[in-house]
């Protein structure tokens, strides 16, 4: 780069890439786990965000060793953030779910009465 006398060579704010890297592109399992999160979320509720959820969390894990792996060619670690916090979400509605599930029955089975029930007048 030619400059006038006087000025200050303008310093490049990154390195100049190599021609052979790859450009960098979102990886399709950070858009898989914020779609699986999301199905998680909306499902939680009726316990079926169960197995999205749990799908969501193990292929944002093998997603994250990609993009380390990458070298930083692989992007979309919003998307993954965002999917996995959708992820947690439907597996903690699973569990309150569940767990009312639980007191309710607990609940009724208390109120229940135990036994044959026989008229007053039967010895």
């Given at each position: ?41 909306l499902?939680?509720l ?16 093998q997603a ?16 993954l ?27 009724r ?15």
């Amino acid at each position: 780069m030619t400059t006038a006398p006087g000025q200050v060579p303008v310093a490049q704010s990154m390195p100049p890439r190599h021609p052979l890297d790859p450009d960098p592109a979102r990886a399709t399992k950070a858009r898989a786990v914020f779609a699986l999160g999301l199905i998680a979320a909306l499902t939680g509720l009726f316990v079926g965000g169960l197995v999205p959820a749990t799908v969501a969390l193990q292929l944002a894990r093998q997603a994250r060793r990609e993009a380390y792996a990458s070298g930083g060619f692989l992007t979309g670690a919003a998307w993954l953030r965002r999917g996995e916090r959708l992820a947690w979400t439907g597996l903690v509605l699973v569990a309150v779910s569940v767990v009312a599930a639980v007191v309710i029955g607990v609940v009724r089975l208390a109120d229940a009465s135990y036994g044959q029930d026989f008229a007053p007048n039967v010895d």
